[in-house]
């Protein structure tokens, strides 16, 4: 996937065997779609609590959650995230060649897709409302560190079976891919969740803009046609389904649910370290089960 040239200049500085072997260590996992966008099939480096910590910023004290090795410290009793509901219909998934240049070979063909109604998350899960459910004894701690006091900010550093069990206590579960691209573009083919305008740092927070996750919601002009905020930026969001690049060409166009198996899934929305071209309603990439990286984030669906 993403950050090869930056994992290649790291190694050729690094000074001693003990480094290189470390960073060996954390080459083995994948992390996030970063600043050049996906790629598929290339390794990235996981993240690690520090870098996460950094990228996470937030308003400061409240103490600190997790991360190398610390206990969890951070309390809630936030609710869950406010749902929107989006009506049974029709729309078109996959890169809309009439319109968009950039189409990717994943991303096609484009085709008509009937999904049932169903209910999504506004707004991508907070830390705030994960920690509640840490605090019931139900979901497993993040892998990095999290600025108590920063509630706002998305939930990461989660890996793809947090992300299920938080959406199970919640009553909840991950969207499919298909729920997910209708609840970003709507039924009229359009490029953005906003329309066809190319992104900007008032639309999506995307590569060159924040530079770190922002509080959910940070941007009510990029919406999408239900109401759906941060469906492009921020964070890359965590679907239901397994990845399969050719998935199109043989999928059901009635409710597809992916492939049955797979060890990865497909990551939906640029994030915040993604370039323009990754914010397209239409982009799909993957991502391992076990990936917690800081640019990782989640909604939840019924």
């Not at 597809?256 to 397209?280: C, I, L, N």
Request: glycine share 14%.
């Amino acid at each position: 996937m993403s950050n090869l040239e930056q994992v290649r200049r790291g190694l050729s500085s690094l000074a001693s065997l003990g480094l290189l072997l470390w960073v060996s260590g954390c080459l083995s996992a994948k992390a996030d779609n970063a600043s050049t966008g996906g790629a598929e099939g290339v390794v990235h480096p996981v993240a690690s609590g520090g870098r996460a910590a950094v990228a996470q910023g937030g308003a400061g004290g409240g103490g600190n959650g997790g991360g190398a090795g610390a206990p969890f410290a951070c309390e809630s009793t936030a609710e869950t995230n406010t749902m929107v509901a989006v009506a049974a219909g029709d729309f078109m998934m996959g890169c809309n060649a009439a319109i968009d240049s950039t189409c990717n070979p994943n991303e096609q063909p484009g085709h008509a897709v009937t999904v049932g109604a169903f209910e999504i998350d506004v707004t991508e899960v907070t830390q705030d409302s994960y920690t509640t459910c840490v605090n019931a004894g139900v979901c497993a701690a993040p892998s990095c560190e999290w600025d108590c006091a920063a509630t706002g900010l998305p939930a990461s550093c989660l890996d793809k079976s947090q992300a299920k069990a938080y959406c199970g206590w919640a009553d909840k579960r991950l969207p499919t891919e298909a729920e997910w691209e209708k609840a970003a573009r709507g039924s009229d083919g359009r490029i953005y969740p906003w329309g066809n305008n190319e992104p900007d740092c008032q639309l999506t927070n995307m590569a060159g803009c924040a530079d770190q996750p922002e509080p959910v919601g940070s941007h009510p002009s990029g919406v999408s046609p239900y109401g759906v905020l941060d469906m492009a930026g921020n964070m890359v969001e965590m679907v239901a389904d397994s990845y399969d690049a050719e998935y199109y060409a043989t999928a059901p166009i009635v409710d597809p649910q992916g492939p049955v198996d797979g060890d990865r899934y497909v990551g939906r929305g640029g994030g915040f370290k993604s370039t323009a071209e990754w914010q397209r309603t239409s982009v799909r990439d993957w991502y391992d089960l076990a990936d917690t990286s800081s640019t990782l984030g989640f909604r939840c669906a019924r």
